[in-house]
């Protein structure tokens, strides 16, 4: 073992180390991801609903659009109740406070009324009492809700037996509860607390709390009571852990067992939403009475009575992403004890999610530092999906929630650690040899060099390319007055400044030819729209150069600005592997080369820095170009129209610009025909060109000299392009 293996297995093990204290630590964020996670396995599988002896009697809006608005007074409650109890619901659950006075009872309406005889009052009905005989002798469940204020404690209905150690104090703790109406306290079968998700941060109900503690005593939720009055059962009987107090493991509700976390928790394992669970209000309370269909719903049901009106505010998310009303999941813990379909979270399912992070990053240590990151990659997603299906077989065939997220992201993070670290000092040798390269190869000729077979043989291939010369104004005066150290400082700044611009552009440097640069687009990988790519880096060039002059970047002050020609043009050429078998270059050849550096050395006669050809401009749609003439290049036997470029597509679309364009065609025009408007039109340009671009008032004064010559050129008689 090397020093450097030994290094990276001391980091990768401390690595994971720190995710596995991380884990055994449960942060929020960790608890979060996993309970997105166990919603997903719901969503992909959902408890199938069956169509069992529960129904939701749901105050919706076409209950009060039939019946008024809510809240309803009481005696018509009452008669809700009478009907349900005449339809054999086996027990009626009301997921509704009564902890006020009914304020549209008669008697409390006529006390607002001042000077009303109080015999009389007393003798008028209250809603309340009618209410309180209707639920006497019915199993009838009422919910009170938590309060923070005051001290009041419901009366609680049932025993309690427990098994183990007491589990008391296990679940969430109540401060204090609504105060129900007496009358109606004194008649009910019944009382359960209503909150789904006391405490919770969470707006998706997940699990829900089966009992409250006050610390003395257990509190059973509505659900549960509901269920115990359904089967008359007096007791519930509550398994806690043998040897260690305060906790759950389950709960007896007559005939039914289900399984809780260790604070009394019942994990739901809900179903979509299903129209089949409710029942219209306005239905029980027809004026003709319930029909036969609505009856045989009722009948040996347990009734929970809710709303789903949206402006009554009781809605709530599940584990599948719907919005239901919070009564339907009261009902669906019903449902769901009795189906004996349960989804529950073994206590000893943090230990295993632990050590599986640390035995599995264990090894992703070893096989990463002394095989390969592509062997450990292939052992991580091995594990990868031994922990999807272990924990989704887990679930789907005995409800059992196991984390998969945690081992996952914690053996990516190792993976990532222990191979970074590897790739960093391990493999330097590797890099050193890849990053000498890289001073001398374009990054894209490196990429095909690495990743394409044959590369590096000889040969190339005919390809349309943008070729691009650039070289620096009066270099020959200016090396004169430099000692050859300042002369090659002098070229380092100006052409590693330049020549970042074609990297950045997609393109390929060639080579630099003393003061000059060549490159080209389009080789060896294809470049879309390389024409206007190149443009654009010549434009760049232009302003880098315009800042460092500004800047003084070559120390000869004002007394000397740094200039240069650059130009391009669009053709045919051979590119690839160019020389000998021991020693070769990735170069262009060909028509194309020849007349994109002829066209950088008319910059001069032009009076312009960037000039291209009439093949290149008619690619440069959108840019702002003006037309240089037809101008002799050396070893051409004809004349070649060029162009020169002013600026980009902001510019052209300038106000500026198109004055000068406009100007700029009747010139050419009136150059070419002689006209006496040639003075006039070149005067109009003159005045214009400073405000578009530095260097066109020259680009005009050439134009001027040689404008007694233009028609000539123009129609390829003369070579007189005197400049």
């Not at 990276?8 to 204290?21: F, R, Y």
């Not at 408890?47 to 039939?66: C, G």
């Not at 809240?71 to 009626?92: F, Q, T």
């Not at 394409?452 to 270099?475: K, S, Y």
Request: some cysteine; proline content about 5%; hydrophobic content about 45%.
């Amino acid at each position: 073992m090397t020093r450097a293996q030994q290094v990276g297995v001391i980091i990768g093990l401390a690595v994971v180390a720190a995710l596995t204290l991380l884990r055994a630590s449960d942060p929020p964020l960790l608890r979060q991801a996993r309970d997105v996670t166990f919603d997903e396995y719901q969503r992909i599988a959902p408890r199938a609903y069956e169509n069992m002896p529960v129904r939701v009697v749901d105050i919706d809006e076409a209950s009060l659009r039939e019946f008024g608005q809510w809240p309803w007074p009481r005696n018509r409650i009452a008669e809700l109740v009478e009907r349900l109890s005449a339809m054999g619901a086996s027990a009626i659950a009301f997921d509704i406070l009564f902890a006020e006075p009914d304020r549209l009872s008669p008697r409390n309406v006529v006390k607002e009324i001042e000077g009303f005889d109080s015999a009389l009052i007393e003798k008028l009905p209250d809603n309340d009492e009618i209410l309180a005989q209707a639920i006497a002798g019915k199993p009838v469940v009422l919910g009170f809700g938590l309060s923070n204020e005051g001290n009041y404690r419901p009366p609680v209905m049932a025993g309690f037996a427990f098994t183990g150690e007491s589990p008391v104090n296990a679940p969430p703790h109540i401060a204090a509860a609504t105060p129900l109406r007496p009358q109606l306290e004194a008649n009910a079968s019944g009382l359960g607390h209503i909150s789904l998700n006391p405490g919770s941060s969470s707006a998706v109900v997940r699990a829900v709390p089966l009992f409250l503690t006050d610390g003395e005593q257990l509190y059973p939720n509505l659900a549960m009571e509901a269920l115990r009055v359904a089967q008359g059962a007096s007791t519930y009987v509550i398994a806690g852990a043998p040897d260690a107090p305060d906790i759950m493991t389950l709960v007896k509700n007559g005939e039914f067992v289900a399984p809780v976390t260790a604070t009394g928790e019942l994990w739901l394992y809900v179903t979509p939403d299903m129209a089949a669970r409710y029942v219209s209000a306005g239905k029980i309370l027809a004026p003709d009475g319930p029909s036969p269909e609505v009856a045989a719903a009722i009948e040996g049901s347990i009734v929970f009575v809710g709303t789903s009106a949206a402006g009554l505010q009781d809605i709530r998310v599940t584990a599948l992403g719907q919005n239901v009303p919070g009564v339907s999941l009261h009902a669906q813990i019903v449902e769901q004890i009795l189906s004996g379909r349960f989804l529950s979270r073994p206590d000893w399912a943090d230990g295993v999610e632990i050590l599986s992070i640390a035995v599995a990053g264990t090894l992703l240590v070893l096989v990463t530092t002394f095989v390969s990151p592509a062997v450990a990659l292939a052992f991580g997603l091995m594990i990868t999906a031994l922990a999807l299906v272990a924990s989704w077989l887990a679930f789907y065939l005995a409800g059992m929630l196991f984390d998969p997220l945690a081992p996952i992201v914690s053996g990516s993070i190792t993976h990532f650690v222990v191979t970074a670290f590897r790739f960093l000092v391990t493999d330097r040798e590797r890099r050193e040899v890849r990053r000498a390269f890289g001073h001398y190869l374009s990054p894209s000729l490196l990429y095909r060099i690495e990743h394409t077979r044959d590369a590096l043989r000889l040969g190339g291939d005919d390809r349309e390319l943008t070729v691009m010369f650039v070289d620096v104004r009066n270099f020959t005066e200016i090396s004169e007055r430099l000692t050859p150290t300042e002369v090659v400082g002098f070229l380092n700044t100006l052409l590693d400044a330049l020549s970042r611009h074609v990297l950045s552009n997609e393109g390929t440097l060639d080579k630099f030819i003393g003061d000059s640069i060549m490159a080209f687009w389009n080789a060896p990988v294809d470049v879309a729209d390389h024409a206007k790519k190149s443009a654009r880096t010549a434009l760049a060039m232009r302003e880098t150069l315009t800042q460092l002059n500004a800047d003084n970047a070559f120390g000869f002050g004002e007394a000397q600005k740094v200039g240069i020609g650059v130009g391009f043009h669009t053709g045919i050429a051979c590119v690839g592997n160019m020389g000998a078998e021991a020693r070769f270059n990735y170069s262009a050849i060909g028509d194309a080369v020849n007349v994109a550096a002829r066209i950088e050395s008319s910059c001069k006669d032009v009076g312009f820095d960037i000039l291209v050809s009439e093949d290149t401009a008619q690619l440069l749609s959108g840019f702002a170009l003006l037309e240089a003439g037809m101008l002799p290049l050396k070893g051409k036997s004809t004349r070649t129209r060029l162009f020169v470029v002013v600026g980009d597509e902001q510019v052209a679309a300038s106000p500026e610009f198109a004055e000068l364009q406009e100007i700029h065609g009747r010139l050419v025009e009136a150059l070419g025909s002689r006209s006496p408007a040639t003075r006039r039109l070149l005067n109009a340009a003159r005045l214009r060109a400073p405000m578009i671009a530095a260097g066109l008032l020259e680009f005009y004064e050439r134009i001027s000299r040689r404008s007694h010559h233009f028609r000539e050129e123009a129609t390829g008689k003369s070579e007189d392009v005197a400049g």
